[in-house]
């Protein structure tokens, strides 16, 4: 498990064991975090046979490690959808977007999952002074054409009043909030185990191949036969399906948790999750026990920086000075994936179906997509096309030189930040 605050603060948990012989199944989850557990979870629900499998352990990827900001909607806003795709169809993926919280905090409560959830709203700083125009805009069209009335524009003033820091304004979502992502996937596995599902760690998938009524995914020389499988890798599927993984591309981020700050209310003064408009986001919320919990500058190369909290840091002094010099406790890093139209990538061909690049929005999205994956697994796939009806174009070059262009145009645009 990475070093992390969320690591060292984790609920219990058993250490569970890897696969040790073969095994059938109705369907076979590989990845074993929120977007693999809630599949697991509703699957068993239904009554079908469900054999989960963990490279590393659960939560260990981006659903453990990640900024545990919970912000309603999809990476690509309202007005930009509505202009792509008409106003219906723009509706009908938000409507669903939006479901994802309501599907969350209805898990946390009826699997009585303890995740420091915190219901305080989502804060989105202004970066530039033109940020406010499409920020109004967005608003706007969220209220009036989207039914979602749950979202302000603050002034420079008031935005100066709620984060201790320069924005030209923000863009403030009151149903966003907080949690710990760790502790709420280790919650989602014991519920999945409580509804039958066999959830196996240590287990590597290194092959899946289609099998005379379904699929075989093999791990080492072992292997689980299921009528279906799903993939919830996300950045972290090694290859199993070059063709699906054409169409997400890996990012690294890295956070650190500071020692306990004196007066948090002095830097956040209603305990918001907090995100910047740059394209290089700046994003962080205080802890329960009052750490600031920083993440900022990613890298779009595979090696971690030497120094996480040194990396970090200048990122966390630049929005607040004040806290120059803090103690940091806890600094971490991993894989998050993204796509080229920033909405996430739900399919499927022949027997396996498919979710991932959620493109930094997954602390809601991933729980709603493992739901809509077991309900097409199911044959109920209206609401799983919504998103699969709109696959992301896949990354230029194959696997050989994606990985440079990339970052070509990642710098670009982080440039643009300084601009």
């Given at each position: 498990?990475?070093?992390?605050?969320?690591?060292?603060?984790?609920?219990?948990?058993?250490?569970?064991?890897?696969?040790t012989e073969d095994r059938e199944s109705d369907l076979v989850v590989v990845g074993g975090g929120c977007t693999g557990l809630s599949a697991a979870l509703h699957a068993a629900q239904r009554g079908m046979?469900?054999?989960?499998?963990?490279?590393?352990?659960?939560?260990?990827?981006?659903?453990?490690?990640?900024?545990?900001?919970?912000?309603?909607?999809?990476?690509?806003?309202?007005?930009?959808l509505r202009d792509q795709l008409g106003l219906e169809r723009a509706r009908g993926l938000l409507d669903l977007a939006f479901e994802a919280r309501g599907l969350v905090l209805d898990l946390i409560a009826?699997?009585?999952?303890?995740?420091?959830?915190?219901?305080?709203?989502?804060?989105?700083?202004?970066?530039?002074?033109?940020?406010?125009?499409?920020?109004?805009?967005?608003?706007?069209?969220?209220?009036?054409?989207?039914?979602?009335?749950?979202?302000?524009?603050?002034?420079?003033?008031?935005?100066?009043?709620?984060?201790?820091?320069?924005?030209?304004?923000?863009?403030?979502?009151?149903?966003?909030?907080?949690?710990?992502?760790?502790?709420?996937?280790?919650?989602?596995?014991?519920?999945?185990?409580?509804?039958?599902?066999?959830?196996?760690?240590?287990?590597?998938?290194?092959?899946?191949?289609?099998?005379?009524?379904?699929?075989?995914?093999?791990?080492?020389?072992?292997?689980?036969?299921?009528?279906?499988?799903?993939?919830?890798?996300?950045?972290?599927?090694?290859?199993?399906?070059?063709?699906?993984?054409?169409?997400i591309m890996p990012v690294a981020n890295y956070l650190v948790a500071t020692a306990p700050v004196s007066d948090p209310a002095a830097i956040i003064a209603h305990d918001q999750a907090v995100s910047d408009?740059?394209?290089?986001?700046?994003?962080?919320?205080?802890?329960?026990?009052?750490?600031?919990?920083?993440?900022?500058?990613?890298?779009?190369?595979?090696?971690?920086?030497?120094?996480?909290?040194?990396?970090?840091?200048?990122?966390?002094?630049?929005?607040?000075?004040?806290?120059?010099?803090?103690?940091?406790?806890?600094?971490?890093?991993?894989?998050?994936?993204?796509?080229?139209?920033?909405?996430?990538?739900?399919?499927?061909?022949?027997?396996?179906?498919?979710?991932?690049?959620?493109?930094?929005?997954?602390?809601?999205?991933?729980?709603?997509?493992?739901?809509?994956?077991?309900?097409?697994?199911?044959?109920?796939?209206?609401?799983?096309?919504?998103?699969?009806?709109?696959?992301?174009?896949?990354?230029?070059?194959?696997?050989?030189?994606?990985?440079?262009?990339?970052?070509?145009?990642?710098?670009?645009?982080?440039?643009?930040?300084?601009?």
């Amino acid at each position: 498990m990475a070093a992390s605050w969320y690591a060292a603060t984790a609920n219990p948990a058993p250490r569970r064991p890897p696969l040790t012989e073969d095994r059938e199944s109705d369907l076979v989850v590989v990845g074993g975090g929120c977007t693999g557990l809630s599949a697991a979870l509703h699957a068993a629900q239904r009554g079908m046979s469900v054999v989960l499998l963990e490279g590393g352990r659960v939560g260990w990827g981006a659903s453990g490690r990640n900024g545990g900001q919970m912000i309603p909607g999809l990476r690509k806003g309202a007005v930009e959808l509505r202009d792509q795709l008409g106003l219906e169809r723009a509706r009908g993926l938000l409507d669903l977007a939006f479901e994802a919280r309501g599907l969350v905090l209805d898990l946390i409560a009826r699997h009585s999952i303890d995740c420091d959830l915190r219901l305080t709203g989502h804060f989105l700083g202004a970066v530039k002074p033109s940020d406010l125009r499409w920020m109004d805009a967005e608003a706007q069209c969220l209220t009036d054409e989207m039914a979602y009335p749950h979202v302000d524009v603050l002034s420079s003033a008031q935005a100066r009043a709620e984060v201790a820091t320069d924005y030209h304004g923000a863009l403030v979502d009151h149903l966003g909030g907080h949690m710990h992502p760790l502790n709420y996937a280790l919650g989602l596995a014991r519920a999945a185990e409580a509804a039958g599902a066999q959830i196996f760690e240590d287990s590597p998938v290194t092959a899946l191949e289609e099998a005379s009524g379904g699929v075989e995914v093999r791990v080492g020389a072992l292997r689980v036969r299921a009528k279906q499988a799903m993939l919830a890798g996300d950045a972290l599927l090694h290859r199993i399906d070059p063709a699906v993984e054409r169409r997400i591309m890996p990012v690294a981020n890295y956070l650190v948790a500071t020692a306990p700050v004196s007066d948090p209310a002095a830097i956040i003064a209603h305990d918001q999750a907090v995100s910047d408009s740059r394209f290089v986001v700046n994003y962080y919320r205080f802890s329960q026990d009052g750490r600031l919990l920083f993440g900022g500058g990613e890298r779009y190369t595979p090696d971690p920086p030497a120094d996480i909290a040194a990396f970090v840091r200048p990122h966390l002094e630049r929005v607040f000075p004040q806290l120059s010099g803090v103690g940091i406790d806890h600094a971490w890093g991993g894989l998050v994936s993204i796509t080229r139209s920033r909405l996430p990538h739900l399919g499927r061909h022949g027997e396996v179906v498919f979710a991932h690049g959620y493109s930094g929005q997954g602390v809601l999205l991933s729980t709603l997509a493992g739901r809509l994956a077991v309900e097409a697994v199911c044959c109920d796939v209206d609401r799983f096309a919504r998103f699969a009806s709109l696959p992301p174009a896949p990354f230029p070059g194959g696997e050989a030189v994606r990985g440079p262009l990339h970052v070509m145009g990642m710098l670009w645009y982080a440039l643009r930040d300084r601009l």
